[in-house]
């Protein structure tokens, strides 16, 4: 998980095109509502060790491909990962931030 949104993070920062499909597969909850209302070339995350900056563009562009990459992973298990649990170990930076939005739209999903 923390490879997988370091890897999109790294692939979206300069050319990351903001669709409005991305908001439409996140869970209509205030939190998401919140991130669909900022401006998606807003900074949203400066990781300061490395002076790395995130747009909410990109943080929901992260989100939402790590959401679909999951999604393909769970199909794969044909069910085998229903009620298991998710633990996750990240430093303070946009993995972690990245990380959290993602466990919670995984959880908001399900109810």
Known sequence: MISLL???SRARVSRMPFALRQLST???THIFRALRDHDPD???VVHSLSARSFTYGSLIADVVAAKDDLERE???AQ????GER???LAENSYDYVGTVVFCICCLMDKD
């Open 6 to 8: 370091s890897r999109c």
């Open 26 to 28: 996140l869970p209509n």
């Open 42 to 44: 807003s900074l949203a």
């Open 74 to 76: 769970a199909a794969n």
């Open 79 to 82: 069910g085998q990962l229903a």
């Open 86 to 88: 998710v633990a996750f």
